[in-house]
């Protein structure tokens, strides 16, 4: 059984910083990609950002000048550095990893989510 924990939400004032865990437990053989994505209330998950295993990085929306992700493959930990927080920021940000658990097998998992307010 994996587990991914995120950690670090909480309430931040707009144009603050944040900086969100996701330390992935339990019979974890090796992850590949990593990946954050948020939800905000009624609207749809949206990627954020993923990372390769080898550091590769891509930011599908508007957020890489603000947010950076970045990963320790020995900790097993994924990381998001949130910088000058605006508006549309506010979300539950959620953690994915694709994760071999043996040298054959590999499977999805998501965290719960940590929810990032903003306040104004």
């Known amino acids: 059984q994996v587990h991914l924990v995120e950690s670090g939400g909480g309430l931040v004032q707009s144009g603050g910083s944040l900086r969100l865990s996701c330390a992935g437990t339990?019979?974890?053989?090796?992850?590949?990609?990593m990946a954050w994505y948020r939800q905000a209330p009624g609207k749809e998950r949206d990627l954020v950002a993923t990372?390769?295993?080898?550091?590769?990085?891509h930011y599908p929306g508007s957020v890489q000048d603000r947010f950076i992700i970045s990963r320790d493959n020995a900790k097993n930990t994924l990381y998001l550095q949130m910088s000058n927080l605006k508006a549309d920021d506010p979300a539950v940000y959620s953690c994915y990893a694709a994760v071999q658990v043996s040298a054959s097998y590999d499977f999805e998992y998501w965290g719960l989510g940590t929810q990032v307010p903003v306040s104004y």
């Open positions: 339990g019979n974890i053989y090796r992850i590949n990609k």
């Open positions: 990372i390769q295993r080898d550091g590769e990085t």
